[in-house]
């Protein structure tokens, strides 16, 4: 059974901090990338930041040099830091993971409200 269990989020003042986790276990194949998106009410989910098994990183333009995603890859478990936060960045923030056999595997949000 696969499970993708986040934890972290939360409510903060703008300027505050958060760091979501996201535990992963049950799948398969090899996970390749992980990564972090999100979903205003009334929006689309967005990409926030992605990381794949070597490292690499990519991230929203609107969260470049606030957030910082990492991953624990003898843990199975990705990670995203969230510094100086805004009231935009208020959203359900979801885990996703996608296997080597590119099958994408989806968390079940944990909410993340940024007061001004």
């Known amino acids: 059974q696969v499970q993708l269990v986040e934890s972290g989020g939360g409510l903060v003042q703008a300027g505050g901090s958060l760091r979501l986790s996201c535990a992963v276990s049950?799948?398969?194949?090899?996970?390749?990338?992980m990564g972090w998106y999100r979903q205003a009410p009334g929006k689309e989910r967005d990409l926030v930041a992605g990381i794949n098994r070597g490292g690499t990183t990519n991230y929203a333009d609107s969260v470049k040099g606030r957030f910082t995603i990492s991953r624990d890859n003898a843990k199975n478990t990705v990670f995203l830091q969230m510094n100086s936060l805004k009231p935009e960045d208020t959203a359900v923030y979801y885990c996703?993971?996608?296997?080597?056999?590119?099958?994408?595997?989806w968390g079940q949000g944990t909410q993340v409200t940024v007061s001004s």
């Open positions: 996703n993971v996608r296997n080597v056999i590119r099958r994408d595997y």
């Open positions: 049950g799948i398969r194949n090899s996970i390749d990338t």
